[in-house]
């Protein structure tokens, strides 16, 4: 039952330096560091358009930097072989081609891949890991169901079992919680936050990238604009001057996670008090995290 090829499932550390990525004469990211820590779960977030993707795309190696490097426990990850690379990092991506001929199974089954050599069969341990990784994204049922006859939400769940039963040391995400009902959203955050894994993220809900994050990189631009903790970096002032929306930041009396309300009307400008519709806290960072009165 044991097998050679699998490595222990650990955490890398992820260092992002300096990259920057163009497309002819546009950036799509420019100057960009980041890092995740082994074991941490570090969102990307940031409105469309401001980069997530294609940084995400340069760590999982489909864009290579135009300058600047991307480290996996210090290598230089565009440098190492393919195979080395995809033992230790999966993605989950937005661009899945969903036209597979092939059973839910049989999708979950090639997360294996990377850790087997030309024409290996399924170890024990492999289809342990494949029904355990279609368990814990409630998938078991849809096992025997052709991957191409999925809804959106059921595919996106088997992408995520795929790369679970990889076994990755990093986890990179575009938007997994993309068409999941709201339960199914709570428990694949929920099984990333419990991974022994780093993982990386990209997430437009900014109060489960508030909760399930550790650290939170703010993109704009194609540049981060702020990171920290979710409770330094959610503040009204970045939401206004990031997204441009109005928002009240409090911290969540059961979670103890900032909880980000969003209200109606333009953002106040700095120094503009006031309140009615639009009324969020637009004052300094005194007006930070209160907890609800
Ligand atoms: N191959 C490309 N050629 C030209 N422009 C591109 C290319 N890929 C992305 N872009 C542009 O680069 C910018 C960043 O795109 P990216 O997909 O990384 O943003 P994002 O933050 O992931 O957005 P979203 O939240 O909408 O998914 C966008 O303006 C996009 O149109």
């Not at 990525?21 to 082994?38: F, S």
């Not at 998938?139 to 795929?162: K, P, Y």
């Amino acid at each position: 039952m044991t097998s050679t090829t699998t490595p222990p499932m650990g955490a890398a550390e992820l260092a992002v330096e300096s990259v920057t990525l163009t497309a002819g004469a546009h950036h799509l990211v420019r100057d960009v560091c980041l890092t995740a820590r082994p074991g941490e779960v570090v969102g990307l977030v940031g409105p469309n358009g401001s980069g997530k993707s294609s940084l995400l795309r340069a760590v999982y190696r489909v864009l290579r930097p135009d300058a600047g490097c991307v480290r996996v426990d210090g290598a230089d990850a565009w440098a190492l072989p393919v195979r080395r690379l995809a033992r230790t990092l999966a993605a989950v991506v937005q661009e899945s081609a969903a036209d597979f001929d092939l059973t839910v199974r049989d999708v979950v089954a090639m997360g294996r891949t990377p850790h087997k050599r030309l024409l290996d069969g399924d170890t024990a341990e492999d289809r342990l890991l494949i029904e355990s990784a279609l368990e814990s994204v409630d998938a078991t049922g849809l096992a025997d169901r052709r991957f191409d006859h999925l809804s959106g939400g059921e595919r996106q769940r088997v992408l995520i079992a795929r790369a679970l039963a990889q076994r990755p040391a990093l986890l990179v995400l575009d938007e997994p919680t993309n068409h999941l009902d709201i339960r199914h959203q709570l428990d694949v955050l929920g099984i990333l936050r419990e991974l022994p894994a780093t993982v990386l993220v990209a997430l437009h809900d900014l109060n489960l990238a508030a909760y399930y994050c550790d650290r939170l990189y703010v993109l704009r631009d194609g540049e981060v604009t702020a990171s920290g903790s979710p409770s330094d970096v959610l503040t009204p002032e970045l939401l206004a001057e990031v997204y441009g929306v109005t928002a009240e930041v409090t911290v969540h009396p059961r979670t103890g996670a900032p909880h980000v309300t969003f209200l109606p009307g333009a953002p106040q400008r700095p120094g503009h008090s006031g309140s009615g519709a639009g009324g969020a806290t637009a004052g300094g960072s005194a007006g930070r995290d209160r907890p609800p009165s």
